[in-house]
């Protein structure tokens, strides 16, 4: 069912500047512009690429949340339009020649997903990257509402973690089960002809891409048994972005952050909103292709007994 707007404004507030992370800065307009030519001259990279913002756009908006989850009904309000942002693109460009190392990947598609919550998912973000034109091209995101917890504890526990991102009015609003989180995103997946459920097994010339075995090693079968279904399909392998990282690059980095950190690449968003975390994580994936990374499968699991995840590289992050 689409819901409406609240009365109440929608407010999304981000960090301006925090003193623990040096290399975030405030997301004030041209910003990028800056930090990304005052990096690439004074400190030394891996990689000759430089990251730059698409001339054009000159102001950076929070995403519409009810637009990524398919239920925005202002899209024809210039001032709603002037306020948030509804295009899923990474509006990343780089130089001709910072394009001489990419490879060839061997999947099409990268799924990135960064889920939130702890005791259940309360977040399912997932962002699609074409691997050619190595850019976000559509996504899908839906905010979860626990099965097993009692109304008053899910009221504390979204006021403490999305009320101080300015998001608990928009997550009140569309939150669903995680079952029916499961059937729309299926339905996604088949219309963009990347799973069948007829045919099973995994995704067709696509991994999802996560940042640490978590998400898909722990928390998503142990919400499917919470919420008594099956683990799907196609959450049996993925790619762990920091195994990728530690071999192509040979440094540690046990993070998103500190992936962002050692790349020089600026925070965008809110630290913890899945769906900007996971946009932060596509940028990683970015930076990481043009440098010529090639993103590999990292773990799967054995298909007679599921519980078992055999981890494909030899050096990872533990
Ligand atoms: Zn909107």
Not at 88 to 99: K, R, V
Not at 237 to 253: G, H, P, T
Request: proline share 6%.
């Amino acid at each position: 069912m689409a819901m409406g707007f609240s009365s109440v404004p929608l407010l999304r507030r981000y960090p301006i500047y925090s003193p623990a992370l040096p290399y975030f800065f405030s997301l004030r307009p041209n910003r990028r512009v800056n930090i990304a030519a005052s990096l690439s001259t004074a400190e030394e990279s891996t990689s000759s690429s430089l990251i730059q913002p698409t001339p054009s756009r000159t102001r950076w908006k929070p995403m519409c949340l009810y637009f990524t989850q398919g239920k925005c009904t202002k899209m024809d309000d210039p001032m709603h339009n002037d306020t948030f942002n509804h295009n899923c693109s990474l509006e990343l460009m780089q130089n001709t020649a910072g394009l001489k190392n990419v490879r060839q990947q061997e999947l099409e598609y990268f799924l990135v997903l960064d889920l939130e919550g702890k005791v259940e998912i309360l977040e399912f973000p997932v962002l699609l990257f074409d691997a050619k034109t190595m850019d976000v091209v559509d996504l899908f995101h839906r905010f979860v509402r626990p099965i097993k917890m009692h109304e008053e504890r899910i009221n504390q526990y979204i006021e403490g973690k999305y009320g101080k991102l300015g998001v608990d009015r928009v997550w009140h609003d569309t939150a669903i089960p995680f079952a029916e989180v499961i059937e729309q995103f299926e339905v996604w997946l088949s219309e963009r002809q990347l799973w069948r459920n007829e045919l099973g097994g995994c995704l067709n010339n696509a991994a999802f891409v996560t940042c640490g075995n978590w998400d898909l090693k722990t928390k998503v079968p142990q919400q499917c048994t919470v919420a008594g279904m099956k683990l799907p399909p196609y959450f049996m392998e993925w790619i762990n972005l920091k195994d990728v990282f530690l071999n192509f690059y040979k440094r540690r980095a046990p993070g998103m952050l500190s992936m962002m950190r050692e790349l020089r690449i600026p925070l965008s968003g809110s630290h913890h909103l899945g769906i900007d975390d996971s946009s932060n994580i596509a940028r990683v994936i970015h930076r990481m292709l043009i440098d010529g990374a090639l993103l590999q499968i990292t773990a799967r699991r054995d298909p007679r007994s599921p519980e078992k995840v055999e981890f494909l590289f030899k050096n990872r992050i533990v």
